[in-house]
């Protein structure tokens, strides 16, 4: 690889593919171990629970037995919007969000957000998930928490972080190698690695090395909302129709894919 | 010096611009801001050395292998273990939500006795040399009464070490009243004593099959070894594997199948035989197969000349296309066309078992779908569907009996598995309750309870709590409160499935022989026993022959015994496989013929019984318009380990809402009895009611009521309990005329508005 | 009792009466005060707010008390700097009001945000990107022209007038106030068209985002405009308030006419200027982002279309049209009921600009989100109320607010 590759900046994103996804929540369990996310006596209320990855159901409308349904998981999308001003961190009025432009990764920084929730007014995903509660951990289950993601506190907003943390830690090992750069594998979210139907894919979309750059560009791949120019860096690959086209707003008249907007 | 008004002002603006310019305001803010960021209540998660430790997972009978990742002495995170045979690098929810079970404030920490009533119980806790002698004084009591045979056991499972030395402890002592908790592969098991004649597991080369149809069997859902089976759905997907799932409910195996095939409720078997009879009618079976290694596939004659109508025959005259049609729904074309495809692949796989598999369904159901592997040619074959030698890896001497156990073990067995009435099975413990609480006095007067958790996942469990009531003395052998241990008199507590060591059979449907070991992964946090350890120091309290079966020390003496060479492997490795090649058609069979039977002798008098095919499900179309069915999710745990806090957050809010399990009707069901989406209705069935919240969903057919299982738990913590309704409260059992295993697949059921 | 207190040539209600009126509104406000602790010490779950409803009900009242007390910046530009010198007479009102609901903002953004004690982050850690960072320093900046604005009035009560330096420093302030008049619509100007911002930027949320020109979407305008449009009119409601409670003139009729007429030009221009942002909204900007007009407006137990034809024809237009009139203007019940619908109007405006925009599914696969108040939400909303009727009680019984009521209500 030339020196001008190796600093080509990195769009770390997903494909995720929806014909494989079984919607068995593996990858939301892990995400919530792996990140120190709470939980609550009743988290039955789906408005309030904090899922940083959230598998939806979408259902095709029609009639039993032509019904069909689909599982869409749906971490924190890192858009890029347009030129890195992704709908949260353009508006987040503390830069508590911000959009990196080396790895595309959308961070958060809990001690510096204040709780004024504009992000999640500005998300059209609902990625972001407040701390209505101070988290509590029954007696003795604190063990549990892993020291690689901070824990958060009441009146702060959080949200998937693409598992930032494997990242500092694969290139804090990877310099101590004397290298700068990562193999595709030494950096990989906890729910990619954890879905047991594989249908998960990580890397880096800017690396035709990496699986996702194939992937992405699939007949059948998409991205959620796409035409509204949020420019997300989660593809999702289906090749039933109906789900292509659930993935987006469309008129009546619309071709399915046949939208996208300019940014 | 005076203070006029005019230096008094300057002075205060003085004072205001000094402070704000000196540093105080500035670090106060500072402070407070940072006392903002950690408040002292949040919690900071310690650092330490970090660590990954290898080990196999007990918490259910699917044996995947777990990566645990340690800061210091903590487990914080658990993965699936790159390699391991069959789950390779993944893990499922529950299992990677473990560590909430590992550091659950509900952990049972010493044994326990009860000191109040079964209804109100009263723990207290004991030291273990009380509790052991007072266990043993109770059996030793019973020994001395002449009753060995009113200790009865259940058990998660019949497999494995800590399963076989209660077994063996039953038999020291004298009782044979040995249970384990149903599953489908009791079911598969029957099938292939029938159809085989051999004592075997079942094993799917799925990896291999190229054309898959299943009846019912949750491939998603958490049926087989769960992982395994996700990880083999998508390697189907990707080599454009034709996927065909038969199920009355869009389940998410229907939803991820290449094709659904919508039957109506309890007409698999139909379906099954259509399928068959079209095979055959088009002569499309396995030649070679059907013609020299199976028996009665045309009509025969016997030695006495009398004519025998083979299996061609009985399917072509009595599973009409037009009729099977009718019965299950599904176009004549389509089936059709399913059994060519079929019939067509090379190596085509037909699946039984509905759902997890939890209830072993109805053997000639499970006959009917094996018939089409057979038709296929496909069995003992590569991608088709096998008989495993069971694990043969515990060969301890047989236990000594005196003459109290051998006059114990020749009584006939409390459930009646292996009695006059149902000949052919090992262990039928739906059956109990009913037993117990039609008798007078319960002829259980001491019931052991380990890795199994029967009050809650036994069929019409209200019924199986009135009879634990009627018990005298329950020992409940548990690492955390359940349902069960709500009941017991004794609780002897176990380390946690991280905190000891424990062999893992091959799981079900594998086809090769993979045991796996479970290990301390931490340092275990409290004094409990491996429930071997209490058993062994229990018969070492009884003397005699009872403590001379159990020469062993401790449990991990057992252990290492048990695999004798292989236990250095095993402990290195975490675990020791061995292929399996299995043995051609001419070699393969230990029935009478030693051919492949389709039909069975026992199912003759069976038929005269109660038919063939699916059972039907308890309750009156008059008062009970409706059918419930239940259906499974991944996202909840169904076996005896319930779901943790973590997993609760995945619960789907069209599954649970507040302390009501949300059910499925159709909206034209819906309509029809006045009920609204995400209200309130009360659901009935002949063994009891719930209240529930219902959901509108075109997943399934009108007149059915879907209820997701694994919900309803009263225990342990508030996470966990009194969220939703406990399935099978609702459900009664329906044996099975040939096997009396539980063949109920639903319930009559009415839904009104609450 | 207080009567040292009171202006000299006016008549107020008796001391105990007057206590009567403290103290149930003092009531009130108690109520609002335990409900915002209960959400400070606490935390925002003592709210019904959720991670679908991020910005709710005490937001829209912080929006709508925001574009309510925009008669004081506007009436100052009028007067100061276009010179129409009758609106003297209201201004102190003016800025009365718009002191209060100011710092009910404050107060409000105060209870809003989920660690308080780092709401200095937003100055702090300035986001130039975001209209609430502009929102907030405009706003924060504002305030202290309110206040500045405020102070020569508080001033002049009887007592404190009577020290010099209170005095001077009163007549300094009066003689310099064009300028904070000026720099106050200036910085309204700002932050009435951010808070049309916040909204408006959202581009991932078709039924807020508007197009527009740099990086002021139409929105920015719209509020501007609205804010400096109906503001008079609720300053104008509450001096008919005021007027029917103490049952006295307060301003003569040519003042309030002239305000209302320009109110109703602003009112009306506004209207047409919405209904062709709505027009370009629902034609244009929606559609190419995949949703159709009726979409925003059906499929949920609330938000039918009615909502927007109560906020642009009947709490817009039909004002507008009747204050443009003279007839109307005149017309006592023709006035009091256009400058309420007036006000109906834009309140309804920032609901739907705040709540209805939490509500609107924009995945196709999402579901409508309707949401209720908690009671400590309605009080802490209420709270603010309480406390400007307290502060107009105090500030009419003690200050010189209205220079004409001498005149139109003789003692003697
Ligand atoms: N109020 C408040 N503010 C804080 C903190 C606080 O506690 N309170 N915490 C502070 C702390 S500790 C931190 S770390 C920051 C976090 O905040 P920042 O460091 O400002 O930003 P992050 O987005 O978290 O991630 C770090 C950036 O470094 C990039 N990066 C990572 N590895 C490499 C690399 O190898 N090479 C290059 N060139 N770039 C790389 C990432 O892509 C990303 O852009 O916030 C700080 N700000
Ligand atoms: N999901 C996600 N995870 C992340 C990140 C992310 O952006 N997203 N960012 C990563 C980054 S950059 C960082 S730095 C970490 C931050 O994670 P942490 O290192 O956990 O940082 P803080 O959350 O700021 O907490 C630091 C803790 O140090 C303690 N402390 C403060 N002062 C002192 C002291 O003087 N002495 C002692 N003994 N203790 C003290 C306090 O208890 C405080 O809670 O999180 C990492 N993890
Ligand atoms: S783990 Fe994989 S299959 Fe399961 S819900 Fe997540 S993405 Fe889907
Ligand atoms: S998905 Fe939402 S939170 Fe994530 S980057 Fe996009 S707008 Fe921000
Ligand atoms: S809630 Fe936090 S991250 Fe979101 S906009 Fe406000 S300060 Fe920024
Ligand atoms: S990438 Fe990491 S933080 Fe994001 S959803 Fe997956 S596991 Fe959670
Ligand atoms: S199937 Fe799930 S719970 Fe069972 S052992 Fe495997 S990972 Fe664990
Ligand atoms: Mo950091």
Redesign the interface.
């Known amino acids: 690889m030339s020196a001008k590759e190796q600093k080509k900046a990195k769009r770390f994103g997903m494909v995720i593919d929806l014909d494989k996804c079984t919607g068995c929540g593996a990858c939301m369990v892990a995400c919530m171990a792996e990140n120190n996310v709470p939980f609550k006596k009743d988290e039955s209320n789906k408005l309030d629970s904090i899922t940083w990855m959230r598998v939806f159901k979408l259902t095709n409308g029609k009639e039993y037995p032509d019904a069909d349904v689909c599982y869409l998981p749906r971490p924190c999308q890192h858009c890029e919007g347009h030129d890195g001003h992704s709908p949260c961190v353009s508006v987040c009025p503390a830069t508590a969000t911000d959009y990196s432009r080396e790895t595309g990764i959308v961070s958060q920084i809990y001690t510096r957000c204040f709780g004024c929730r504009y992000c999640m007014a500005a998300c059209p995903y609902h990625a972001r998930y407040f701390n209505w509660w101070d988290p509590v951990w029954p007696k003795g289950m604190e063990k549990m928490l892993s020291p690689d993601v901070s824990v958060r506190m009441r009146g702060i907003v959080e949200k998937c972080s693409f598992c930032f943390h494997r990242y500092q830690r694969a290139m804090d090992k990877a310099h101590l190698e004397g290298r700068r750069e990562l193999a595709e594998n030494e950096y990989q979210t906890a729910c990619t690695q954890a879905c047991p139907a594989g249908a998960i894919t990580f890397g880096d979309l800017n690396n035709p090395g990496h699986a996702v750059y194939k992937l992405k560009q699939s007949p059948n791949a998409f991205r959620l909302l796409e035409r509204l120019g949020t420019n997300t860096k989660v593809y999702y690959v289906s090749e039933r129709e109906w789900v292509r086209r659930a993935g987006d707003n469309y008129l009546a008249h619309e071709k399915t894919g046949q939208v996208a907007a300019a940014h | 010096m005076k203070i006029d008004r005019r230096s008094f002002l300057s002075l205060g603006v003085g004072a205001g611009a000094g402070i704000a310019l000196s540093p105080l305001p500035w670090k106060l803010t500072d402070d407070l801001s940072i006392w903002t960021q950690m408040w002292p209540w949040t919690p900071v998660p310690k650092d330490g050395e970090i660590r990954y430790v290898n080990s196999v997972s007990t918490l259910c009978r699917c044996g995947c292998g777990i990566k645990v990742r340690k800061v210091d002495d903590r487990a914080v995170k658990i993965e699936g273990q790159e390699g391991y045979p069959g789950s390779d690098g993944s893990a499922c929810a529950l299992c990677m939500s473990g560590i909430q079970r590992l550091y659950s404030p509900t952990a049972i920490r010493m044994p326990l006795k009860n000191t109040g009533t079964k209804d109100a119980p009263l723990w207290q806790s004991v030291t273990w040399d009380a509790a052991i002698r007072e266990i043993s004084e109770k059996l030793g009591k019973l020994r001395k009464e002449g009753k060995p045979q009113a200790l009865a056991c259940i058990s998660g499972s019949d497999k494995g070490t800590v399963p076989a030395l209660f077994r063996r402890f039953l038999q020291a002592y004298g009782s044979p009243n040995f249970m384990s908790m149903p599953s489908y592969e009791d079911a598969y098991e029957m099938t292939l004593k029938l159809m085989h004649g051999t004592d075997s597991a079942v094993g799917f080369d799925l990896e291999n099959a190229d054309y898959v149809i299943s009846f019912g069997s949750g491939i998603l859902e958490g049926w087989g070894s769960s992982v395994r089976m996700f990880k083999a759905k998508s390697a189907w997907k990707d080599k454009k594997v034709k996927t065909v799932q038969v199920d009355t409910r869009l389940s998410n195996s229907a939803a991820k199948a290449d094709l659904w095939l919508a039957v109506k409720p309890g007409s698999e078997s139909l379906l099954a035989l259509g399928m068959a009879a079209v095979i055959i009618s088009e002569k499309l079976y396995d030649k070679k197969f059907a013609d020299q290694y199976t028996f009665a596939f045309d009509s025969w004659k016997d030695a006495e000349g009398k004519e025998h109508r083979g299996f061609k025959e009985f399917i072509l005259e009595n599973y009409s296309l037009s009729y099977v049609a009718r019965a299950t729904g599904i176009e004549e074309s389509q089936i059709v066309k399913i059994a060519k495809e079929f019939a067509g692949a090379s190596a085509p796989i037909a699946l039984c078992g509905r759902g997890q598999g939890n209830t072993p369904g109805s053997v000639h159901e499970f006959m009917a779908v094996h018939a089409l592997n057979a038709l296929a040619g496909n069995i003992n074959q590569k991608g088709g569907v096998w008989a495993m030698p069971k694990d043969d890896y515990i060969q301890w001497d047989e236990a000594a009996t005196d003459g109290i156990a051998e006059k114990g073990l020749e009584t006939p067995r409390i459930d009646g598995a292996g009695t006059e009435k149902y000949p052919l099975s090992k262990s039928l413990p739906h059956r109990l309750a009913a037993i117990i609480n039609a008798a007078e006095k319960s002829p259980v007067e001491v019931l052991l309870v380990s890795g199994a958790n029967p009050l809650y996942s036994l069929p019409d469990s209200r019924a199986v709590k009135k009879a634990f009531g009627r018990i005298p003395f329950i020992v409940s052998f548990a690492s955390h409160m359940d349902e069960t241990s709500e009941m017991a008199d004794m609780i002897l507590p176990c380390p946690s499935h991280l905190e000891r060591y424990e062999d893992v059979p091959t799981p079900a449907g594998m086809i090769r022989k993979v045991t796996g070991l479970a290990r301390p992964v931490v340092r275990p946090q409290y004094n409990r026993k491996n429930a071997g350890d209490s058993l062994i120091l229990i018969a070492k309290a009884l003397g005699g022959s009872i403590a001379g079966s159990f020469p062993w020390a401790a449990y991990e003496e057992c252990l290492e015994k048990t695999f004798g060479d292989k236990w250095k492997t095993l402990k290195e490795t975490g675990y020791i496989t061995e292929d399996f090649s299995p043995p051609y058609w001419d070699a393969a069979f230990a029935t009478p013929s030693k051919k492949f039977a389709f039909m069975s002798e026992v199912c003759a008098g069976a038929e005269k019984k109660g038919g063939t095919g699916a059972a039907k499900p308890e309750g009156e179309e008059n008062t009970f318009p409706l059918l419930l069915i239940p259906f499974d999710s991944m996202r909840l745990a169904c076996g005896p380990v319930a779901p943790t806090p973590f997993m609760m957050k995945t619960v789907s809010d069209h599954m649970l809402k507040g302390k009501y399990t949300v059910v499925e009707i159709h909206p034209e069901t819906a309509q029809k009895y006045g009920l609204k989406e995400g209200k309130n209705a009360v659901l009935s069935t002949p063994k009891g009611e719930a209240e529930v919240k219902v959901h509108l969903s075109r997943r399934t057919a009108p007149g059915i009521v879907a209820m997701p299982r694994g919900l309803g738990h009263s225990g342990p913590d508030e996470y966990i309990s009194g969220k939703g309704s406990n399935f099978n409260e609702l459900i009664a059992a329906v044996e099975d005329p040939v096997s009396g295993l539980d063949a109920a697949w639903g319930i009559r059921a009415k839904l009104v508005k609450a | 009792m207080d009567s040292a207190l009171i202006p000299e040539g006016v008549k107020r209600c008796s001391f105990g009466k007057f206590m009567v009126f403290i103290s149930i509104v003092s009531a009130v406000l108690l109520w609002g005060v335990y409900a915002m602790l209960l959400c400070w010490l606490k935390?925002?779950?003592q709210t019904n707010?959720?991670?679908?409803?991020?910005?709710a009900l005490w937001i829209w009242a912080d929006l709508a008390v925001i574009a309510l007390g925009g008669g004081a910046f506007f009436s100052g530009f009028l007067k100061y700097l276009v010179g129409k010198d009758e609106l003297k007479n209201i201004i102190n009102y003016a800025v009365l009001i718009g002191f209060i609901c100011y710092s009910s903002a404050l107060l409000i953004l105060a209870i809003?945000?989920?660690?308080?004690?780092?709401?200095?982050?937003?100055f702090?850690?300035?986001?130039v990107?975001?209209?609430?960072?502009e929102v907030?320093f405009c706003l924060s900046c504002y305030f202290g022209v309110l206040c500045i604005e405020y102070i020569p009035l508080v001033l002049e009560n009887r007592q404190l007038n009577k020290v010099p330096?209170f005095h001077n420093f009163a007549h300094n302030l009066h003689e310099i106030m064009a300028v904070f008049a000026a720099t106050g619509a200036f910085l309204s100007f700002f932050h009435q068209g951010s808070l049309g911002g916040?909204a408006g930027?959202?581009?991932?949320?078709?039924f807020a985002y508007r197009e527009g020109v740099f990086v002021w979407p139409w929105t920015f305008f719209l509020f501007t405009w609205s804010a400096a449009a109906f503001g008079p009119c609720f300053t104008l409601s509450l001096t008919k308030l005021l007027e029917k409670i103490s049952g006295k003139k307060l301003v003569k009729d040519n003042v309030i006419e002239l305000l209302a007429k320009i109110s109703g030009w602003m009112i009306f221009t506004y209207t047409i200027a919405k209904i062709a942002d709505t027009y370009y909204w629902a034609v244009v900007t929606a559609?190419?982002?995949?949703?159709?007009l009726m979409e925003f407006y059906t499929g949920n137990a609330f938000y039918g279309i009615w909502i927007l034809v109560l906020e642009v024809i009947i709490g817009g237009l039909i004002p507008g049209l009747i204050l443009i009139t003279n007839k109307g203007r005149k017309n006592k019940y023709l006035l009091t009921t256009a400058i309420i619908l007036a006000c109906i109007g834009v309140s309804v405006n920032r609901w739907v600009m705040v709540l209805q925009?939490?509500a609107v599914p924009?995945?196709?696969?999402?579901t409508w989100?309707l949401y209720y108040p908690s009671w400590q939400e309605v009080a802490t909303t209420i709270l603010p109320v309480a406390y400007g009727v307290l502060l107009i009680g105090i500030s009419y019984r003690y200050m010189p607010i209205f220079p004409q009521e001498r005149e139109l209500n003789p003692i003697d």
């Open positions: 935390g925002l779950n707010m959720n991670d679908y409803y991020g910005f809003d945000i989920g660690q308080p004690l780092r709401g200095w982050f937003i702090w850690h300035a986001n990107h975001s209209m609430l960072t907030a330096f916040v930027v959202l581009f991932g949320r078709p559609p190419g982002k995949g949703q159709t925009v939490m924009v995945m196709p696969f999402d989100a």
